[in-house]
């Protein structure tokens, strides 16, 4: 299947139209719900997962499953960890920093050591998670607002990985603009924090 360079950047260009859909109010969700849409209201998040997913399609071999699965082994570790002590100071200076980083990463198409790797991941996948614990809203259960942010970092994961497997067999370059797009992001959003 091939997918052309114009049908990528629709996708990814709508999914970061996700956070402006959210901002609406009248939006009254908890629980799963409200944890399925959290990776999506923000573009830190959105961009941070989808750059994992981009990364570990660039490595190919175990890292297309090692780098998201570490990634949302510590976001899990990373909301609870919020939810019981909810004062690590620079989180959001840390998330935007991730952002920066993965992009450069894929920007680069860097491959490092698969132990490295997980260990990059794995900081950023536990910032992003203390963040996801310390936004869970009020009447939401923590049992059922996980499953809901760990649904949506799969899937904008796998989206990540499908449109870096897709990239990688004709046109690599695709995958490394979006990563300096994402890096780019990342700039910005550590001026912002």
Do not use: C
């Amino acid at each position: 299947m091939r997918i052309s360079t114009t049908k990528l950047l629709a996708v990814f260009f709508l999914f970061s139209l996700s956070n402006v859909a959210i901002a609406h109010p009248g939006h009254d969700v908890s629980g799963f719900s409200a944890g399925l849409m959290h990776p999506f209201s923000g573009i830190d998040h959105l961009l941070a997962m989808l750059a994992v997913g981009l990364w570990a399609a660039q490595g190919g071999g175990k890292k297309i499953w090692l780098l998201p699965a570490t990634f949302m082994s510590m976001l899990a570790i990373g909301a609870a960890i919020a939810m019981r002590w909810p004062s690590l100071p620079l989180v959001e200076a840390g998330i935007a920093t991730s952002v920066l980083a993965l992009g450069l990463l894929v920007a680069l198409s860097l491959q490092l050591p698969a132990t490295l790797s997980m260990a990059i991941t794995a900081l950023f996948g536990l910032l992003h998670g203390y963040a996801h614990g310390l936004e869970l809203p009020g009447s939401a259960s923590p049992t059922t607002y996980a499953p809901g942010f760990l649904a949506a970092t799969a899937t904008l994961h796998l989206i990540g990985i499908a449109m870096g497997v897709a990239s990688r067999k004709r046109h690599a370059v695709i995958a490394q603009a979006l990563g300096i797009v994402i890096a780019v992001s990342g700039v910005y959003l550590l001026t912002a924090a």
